[in-house]
């Protein structure tokens, strides 16, 4: 039997969203957990001089905080500290406001547009912010607030990505790789420097304009003899003769259509027996797991913020459209739990099939 008045306590809960967000955000974005960081006890009066603004400001802005246990108020002095914050160390915390400015730049104004953007298969967003008619990945590199909003949270999560990644799958000695959608070359320099062998070659494939900055990084990373461009729609077909093809962070970007089609494509570029490897973020089987948020994140992310059309999926789903498509699935990796910070959203596996026939 339904209960309305719990559905409506629900809803209550996402009606407060954006204010909790930027509640917090803007108190370290004014200075004022800064400010407690280095001298506790600071009154309202005393942090609305440090930071710049309205002690009655400095104090509204402290009651969720004070009342989530992050800051503490001394009711007798009126002085705040750190309560639960001052235990995060420096790193961890970066980390997180590296994620809430893109969040804050990078997300709320366009999901504005979010029922637009699906309607339109665009992010409509972007056309009404800045004039741009494109993806996120195509904005960032003309728009250089977009770029400022997700170059960070990029170089972090490929920093803390890769080297797991890396160690995820075995290269055969000699093997010819395809990088698919391997913008600026790092994937194929990480190729040869983490699996490098004699006669190893690596061919990163994205859009033509990346040709001379790739072709720049392979020089400067050393590795021009072994590296080499080939620019395409990975829609429209890749090239063949390969023994392993990576198809990293992008595949949920696009709709099942279009994802059978890379898969097909890249049957296709693969020499008999050669290995597919698709590093993408995926769903919990039953998206009801309450512990995982990325049913949360994701579908407003990536239609209303980044593409216009996509979405994550499962991995029973990748490994059913793997299969329709001429690959059978031989390995699965998750990251270690240990090994995931707790304020981490985003849940990544590492899916290896190799061609069949």
Request: aromatic residues 8%.
């Amino acid at each position: 039997m339904s209960n309305p008045e719990a559905v409506l306590a629900r809803i209550r809960e996402y009606m407060v969203g954006p204010t909790r967000f930027m509640n917090l955000h803007a108190c370290f974005e004014l200075g004022i957990v800064e400010a407690l960081r280095k001298e506790s006890g600071l009154t309202a009066a005393e942090l609305g001089a440090a930071v710049g603004a309205k002690p009655d400001a400095v104090e509204q802005l402290l009651h969720l905080l004070v009342k989530e246990g992050f800051v503490a108020r001394d009711e007798t002095s009126g002085g705040y500290t750190l309560d639960a914050l001052a235990d995060v160390c420096e790193p961890d915390l970066q980390r997180v406001l590296t994620f809430m400015s893109m969040i804050k730049t990078g997300m709320l104004r366009q999901l504005y547009y979010l029922a637009d953007s699906v309607s339109t298969g665009s992010v409509v967003g972007l056309k009404q912010l800045y004039g741009f008619d494109g993806t996120m990945f195509e904005a960032a590199a003309e728009v250089a607030e977009v770029r400022a909003a997700w170059g960070p949270l990029a170089q972090n999560e490929t920093a803390a990505v890769y080297p797991w990644f890396f160690r995820s799958f075995d290269v055969p000695d000699g093997a010819r790789v395809l990088d698919v959608q391997g913008g600026n070359g790092l994937g194929a320099i990480m190729t040869c420097q983490l699996k490098g062998s004699p006669g190893l070659r690596v061919t990163t494939f994205d859009r033509p304009a990346l040709e001379a900055e790739c072709l720049r990084n392979f020089a400067a990373q050393g590795v021009a003899e072994q590296c080499s461009f080939v620019g395409g729609d990975v829609l429209a077909s890749l090239p063949g003769g390969f023994d392993v093809l990576l198809l990293k962070h992008f595949v949920d970007m696009y709709d099942k259509d279009e994802v059978l089609t890379i898969f097909r494509n890249a049957h296709q570029a693969l020499d008999p027996g050669g290995q597919i490897v698709v590093l993408a973020p995926v769903y919990p089987e039953d998206i009801r797991d309450t512990d995982d948020l990325q049913v949360d994140f994701f579908p407003s992310y990536i239609l209303g913020c980044v593409m216009g059309r996509g979405g994550l999926q499962t991995v029973s789903t990748y490994r059913s459209w793997l299969e329709e498509c001429g690959f059978e699935v031989t390995g699965v990796t998750a990251k270690d739990p240990a090994d995931i910070p707790p304020d981490a959203i985003i849940n990544r596996v590492v899916i290896c099939a190799t061609k069949r026939g």
